[in-house]
């Protein structure tokens, strides 16, 4: 049998380029009189922007550390030892980059078993053990903590998850068999598999004491002394820690039952992440630590050895890194200072781009309309959203009244648009209407000022070729809801420069948008995936398939609604709209369905009716039914997911050929970003590489062996 430290070695090899984490052991007297302590400090020597991780010169590190203290507890030394982060960082895990490199079953298996031993000594030691979360903990970060005897968080930590099923693993190194026996079942498939499944949502530390991971919390600013001082009453019996007792019967099974119903709803089935963990979490019922240890080394050699955790790396790598620097923006520097900020239109979308610029910019922001009621809607709906970020605690009165005071609404676009500098309009969706405002707004703006425009398909350099100056338009693509979905589509025109686009990225960043860049072709990115994707499901509906089959058969991609919901959401005459755009663009490709256009005119909302008597399911509407006029070639759910995806990867691969974006991870990006696509799956196009469709259709995969897959 291999020792740790050899395991580790082992790995360490495998990983030159490891930011190694030291483990600095130091001592001093315990407050009261309580004893000598001994505190071990996880720091990579690098600031709070570049967060402590574990590979496997760290995890050596951190059990020679251990070596140390074991041995000092052993003569009687220390009455106590404890563990902690180096400045608002505790520690976020393990290094992804290293869990990447692993090439077989046997390697994965290591870094599993490596992590374990190490953190299991720490409950071994013949001292009580003490984690502080001073700062950021994630995963193993989690996880090393929950192997000590007590825990105390701070107030202002700001970020604390177990993200591994958000990224196709589990919590691997002690969390599925720990954090159930801390606070119960319950609370652990809320922390594991709920928060990871909602787009990773992290715990504050407030959160993390309520839920009893932690058994004492104190403030941010003298977080290491009070925590301290509390040690020394623990071990002097001065404090009493108490802790509920956990349900060990059907609370439990229920837990682990919503748990997968929780799976279902968000990956039905498609990924296995969660349910591996809920297997563990399962089996940790009756208290067998070992056993659960075990279980979770085999899942998460089973897992880093699968398609879709190598699919989440890329997705994280995607979001993490790729989304700050986007491809092809131009030099920083070109950019122009943004003090003022017209939107032209004062609809639901025009409000919720002028409330994101006052929150973000918080710079002047004047609204126009074609009348004064409409205009007062649109302030009306800015000041409603700033007085519910007042009603939460998330502003105080002051910036209440100061973002109040620079939003404004006007009729006379000179008036309001004189002194702007970035312009957006959000108009109806029409050539036309466009070029019209676009030609007032150039008549009173300044040379400067960039005109920016919200549209979802039409063509940038079209809108802007009757101006004067066509160099300073620029597609400004937003997605619905606007607070929530992260992704900016910026298009550049056939003549835009640039210092305006330089300009236009500079103001997505301070937006905290993920900026991609896209040329100036119909839909752009999101919107003709997505219409071809859709357009082949409302293809075979026509042909003569059922909704139910239809639908169906894209389950086992794991989006996040089905595509006829996707369709509500949107509202079907924008849906058509598009579709309409692309059939005009590429008629071979992209059809105009007969019996969505029939929706569209019957006013229907979508293709479904909710019942609270069927739980609000969605149901196929009668009145819809009648007006659908189908074909009778019947496919089954392959043959439909096979038609679709493979229309899918031609388009994508198309899309490439033209240059509408850098390269597929822009397509992912823009996927995962602004249309809420599965991490696991990598956005899409690892997943038809992983699939065998890439080849099929296009003789090629779109990334290298290796990028969102296991190395050859």
Known sequence: MSTTAELLKGAAELFPDEVVTSAHVRHFELPAGAGRFALITLDNGFDHTKPTTFGPASLANLNAAIDQVEAEAARGEIVAAGITGKPFIFAVGADLKGVELLRNHDEALAIGKGGHDVFKRLSALAVPTFAYYNGAAMGGGVEVGLHCTYRTVSKALPAFSLPEVFLGLVPGWGGCALLPNLIGAEKAVQVIIENSLNQNRQLKGKQVFELGIADAIFEGADFLERSLVWTAGVLNGSVAVERPEIDRGEGWDA?????????????????????????????????DLQKGFDAEDQALADLIMGGELRSGIYSFNLVQKRAKRPAGAPDKSLARPVTKVGVVGAGLMASQLALLFLRRLEVPVVLTDIDQERVDKGVGYVHGEIEKLLGKGRINQDKANRLKGLVSGVLDKAEGFADADFIIEAVFEEMSVKQKVFAEVEAVAPAHAILATNTSSLSVSEMASKLRHPERVVGFHFFNPVAILPLLEIVRGEQTDDASLATAFGVARKLKKTAV???????????????????????????????????????????????????????????????????????ERFTVSPNLKAVVEAGKRGFYVYKPENGFKPELDPEVAALLKQGDTVLTEQQVRDRVLDAVAQEIGLMLEEGVVAEAQDIDLCLITGAGWPFHLGGITPYLDREGVSERVNGKRFLAQGVASVPA
């Open 255 to 287: 837990a682990v039952a919503k748990g997968r119903a929780i799976a279902d709803s968000k990956v039905h089935g498609a990924a296995p992440a969660a349910y591996r963990a809920l297997e563990i979490i399962e089996a940790a019922k009756d208290g």
């Open 517 to 587: 860049l896209t040329k100036d072709a119909p839909a752009f990115v999101v919107n003709r995936i997505l219409t071809r994707f859709m357009g082949e499901i409302q293809n075979v509906i026509d042909e003569g398939t059922s909704v139910e089959t239809a639908e169906k058969a894209v389950e086992p991609l794991g989006l996040p609604m089905s595509p006829l919901v996707l369709l509500e959401l949107v509202g079907p005459a924008i849906g058509l709209h598009v579709s309409e755009t692309l059939n005009r663009a590429f008629p």
